[in-house]
T-cell receptor, first 113, second 113 residues
Framework: NAGVTQTPKFRILKIGQSMTLQCAQDMNHNYMYWYRQDPGMGLKLIYY???????DKGEVPNGYNVSRSTTEDFPLRLELAAPSQTSVYFC????????????FGPGTRLTVT | QKEVEQNSGPLSVPEGAIASLNCTYS??????FFWYRQYSGKSPELIMFIYSNGDKEDGRFTAQLNKASQYVSLLIRDSQPSDSATYLC?????????????FGTGTQLKVEL
């Protein structure tokens, strides 16, 4: 199993550009999450999904959109990128049953200039 | 606002000593508690979880939970230089759905030779 994969690893965007951060998991997990982590800070939840077709906002959703058309994929869309969105983005997944461990992808480092 | 508080450190301990990391949380309804280790530039990795009051040991790691005091701690015995990392405390958010976690900002641990 590859676990949770994220692409790209790094990206530089200009202000006002858009992009999609890709996340996929091959563990058949129902729950998926998008976090951002700013330097010296903890993880802030952007959006989450409890299954295909179901998404909900987290703590910091403004400026982002998500979709969940399949169990495996959970892309995060940035529209009109702003410098405040410069951060490291982590995707995570979790099984519906069991000890509720979240498995994290390797992250995407995004810079908006 | 649900909060998880950690001392940011750095906490410096000599090799072979016991490192003690602490975390307090604000939501009395939380039932699940996690410690993640995050090396610089890497994604978080779960190292311990605890659900019941008391101690839970796994190798060199011991998690301690006191729900009455809303306090979670992580002890690392025989600390090694490879333990140098940031340790994130995470607590489940019992409101709404999605098995969400609230993360602290992390404590940086440095194990010195």
């Amino acid at each position: 199993n590859a676990g949770v994969t994220q692409t790209p690893k790094f990206r530089i965007l200009k202000i006002g550009q858009s992009m999609t951060l890709q996340c996929a998991q091959d563990m058949n997990h129902n729950y998926m999450y998008w976090y951002r982590q700013d330097p010296g800070m903890g993880l802030k939840l952007i959006y989450y999904s409890v299954g295909a077709g179901i998404t909900d906002k987290g703590e910091v959703p403004n400026g982002y959109n998500v979709s969940r058309s399949t169990t495996e994929d959970f892309p995060l869309r940035l529209e009109l990128a702003a410098p405040s969105q410069t951060s490291v983005y982590f995707c995570a997944s979790m099984a519906a049953q069991g000890r509720h461990e979240q498995y994290f992808g390797p992250g995407t480092r995004l810079t908006v200039t | 606002q649900k909060e998880v508080e950690q001392n940011s450190g750095p906490l410096s301990v000599p090799e072979g000593a016991i490192a003690s990391l602490n975390c307090t949380y604000s939501d009395r309804g939380s039932q699940s508690f996690f410690w993640y280790r995050q090396y610089s530039g890497k994604s978080p990795e779960l190292i311990m979880f605890i659900y019941s009051n008391g101690d839970k040991e796994d190798g060199r790691f011991t998690a301690q939970l006191n729900k009455a005091s809303q306090y979670v701690s992580l002890l690392i015995r025989d600390s090694q230089p490879s333990d140098s990392a940031t340790y994130l405390c995470a607590v489940n958010d019992p409101t709404g759905g999605g098995n969400k976690l609230t993360f602290g900002t992390g404590t940086q641990l440095k194990v010195e030779l």
